[in-house]
């Protein structure tokens, strides 16, 4: 038995009154919007003393790869970093304005060592407010004074505080090298390891994924930013061919006469 959901009283609460229309609609043809499908392989991984994020540099336009080296690390503060997944220009335009934000906020703290917390609760309720379609999946990483954070943040404002993270459409090859290899005795050189291995599993088995691999190494003693860290994807050398003198047959030849009419020397100082 089919609802009415025109004679549900909506006052106060959610409205559903469009969904009969909308199913209206799909009957007569019209095809309604969806969600844009976009690649990406991004991961976190906290260790002893750091805290790691990994990105591919693969963006997509549906089967269309748009760019192979684009950058999808951003800069939030002096002490915390943020990868991007989803829509290029929505993890870019939000990054910034927290990123500002944090800028602001360094000048109460000393040594700039703005609380991670400030800059994922600014990042949860911007994305909140628009209640997904601002498409921007955020692992956010820092080290503050109470210690180092690590944060998965949803184009929808949901929000999680894990050891290790991976989110994109790579995400479920990423995962799978994090929990079977993660432990909270990582030193730096086994945490990027990890880290590249599994953005490599996203790299290798996601179509939306691939290229480089970009490292960042955040420590209490300054931020390390490695980009192209690991390139698995490198294009061979292109082969040179030599063509022996006169392969080309010529066909025809003509020959323009120039009569000189005037002729200068000019003297230049070196």
Same mark, same amino acid.
């Given at each position: 038995?089919?609802?009415?959901?025109?004679?549900?009283?909506?006052?106060?609460?959610?409205?559903?009154?469009?969904?009969?229309?909308?199913?209206?609609?799909?009957?007569?043809?019209?095809?309604?919007?969806?969600?844009?499908?976009?690649?990406?392989?991004?991961?976190?991984?906290?260790?002893?003393?750091?805290?790691?994020?990994?990105?591919?540099?693969?963006?997509?336009?549906?089967?269309? +790869?748009?760019?192979?080296?684009?950058?999808?690390?951003? $800069?939030?503060? *002096? =002490? &915390?970093?943020?990868?991007? %997944?989803?829509?290029?220009?929505?993890?870019?335009?939000?990054?910034?304005?927290?990123?500002?934000?944090?800028?602001?906020?360094?000048?109460?703290?000393?040594?700039?060592?703005?609380? +991670?917390?400030?800059?994922?609760?600014?990042?949860?309720? $911007?994305?909140? *407010? =628009? &209640?997904?379609?601002?498409? %921007?999946?955020?692992?956010?990483?820092?080290?503050?004074?109470?210690?180092?954070?690590?944060?998965?943040?949803?184009?929808?404002?949901?929000?999680?505080?894990?050891?290790?993270?991976?989110?994109?459409?790579?995400?479920?090859?990423?995962?799978?090298?994090?929990?079977?290899?993660?432990?909270?005795?990582?030193?730096?050189?086994?945490?990027?390891?990890?880290?590249?291995?599994?953005?490599?599993?996203?790299?290798?088995?996601?179509?939306?994924?691939?290229?480089?691999?970009?490292?960042?190494?955040?420590?209490?003693?300054?931020?390390?930013?490695?980009?192209?860290?690991?390139?698995?994807?490198?294009?061979?050398?292109?082969?040179?061919?030599?063509?022996?003198?006169?392969?080309?047959?010529?066909?025809?030849?003509?020959?323009?006469?120039?009569?000189?009419?005037?002729?200068?020397?000019?003297?230049?100082?070196?």
């Amino acid at each position: 038995m089919a609802l009415n959901y025109s004679s549900i009283d909506d006052d106060g609460a959610f409205s559903f009154r469009n969904l009969e229309r909308n199913a209206k609609l799909e009957k007569m043809g019209l095809k309604m919007p969806s969600f844009r499908k976009t690649g990406t392989t991004i991961v976190g991984v906290t260790t002893r003393d750091c805290v790691i994020l990994a990105a591919d540099t693969r963006a997509t336009s549906d089967t269309i +790869v748009m760019e192979k080296n684009c950058e999808k690390i951003h $800069y939030i503060g *002096k =002490y &915390m970093h943020c990868c991007g %997944a989803g829509t290029a220009a929505d993890t870019m335009q939000v990054t910034r304005m927290v990123s500002a934000n944090v800028s602001l906020q360094a000048f109460k703290f000393p040594d700039e060592m703005v609380p +991670v917390a400030f800059a994922a609760r600014s990042l949860r309720q $911007y994305l909140f *407010k =628009y &209640m997904g379609y601002v498409s %921007a999946a955020l692992i956010l990483g820092g080290i503050d004074n109470t210690g180092s954070h690590l944060y998965s943040i949803y184009s929808h404002g949901s929000i999680d505080k894990l050891p290790y993270i991976s989110m994109g459409s790579g995400s479920m090859a990423a995962i799978s090298e994090l929990e079977s290899r993660w432990n909270e005795n990582l030193t730096e050189e086994e945490g990027m390891k990890l880290a590249c291995d599994a953005i490599l599993g996203g790299v290798f088995n996601d179509l939306g994924s691939g290229s480089n691999v970009d490292l960042c190494i955040i420590k209490k003693d300054g931020t390390r930013m490695l980009r192209n860290y690991l390139t698995p994807n490198k294009k061979p050398a292109t082969a040179k061919y030599v063509y022996p003198t006169g392969l080309t047959k010529v066909l025809r030849k003509s020959e323009i006469k120039f009569q000189v009419a005037e002729e200068t020397v000019m003297e230049v100082d070196s």
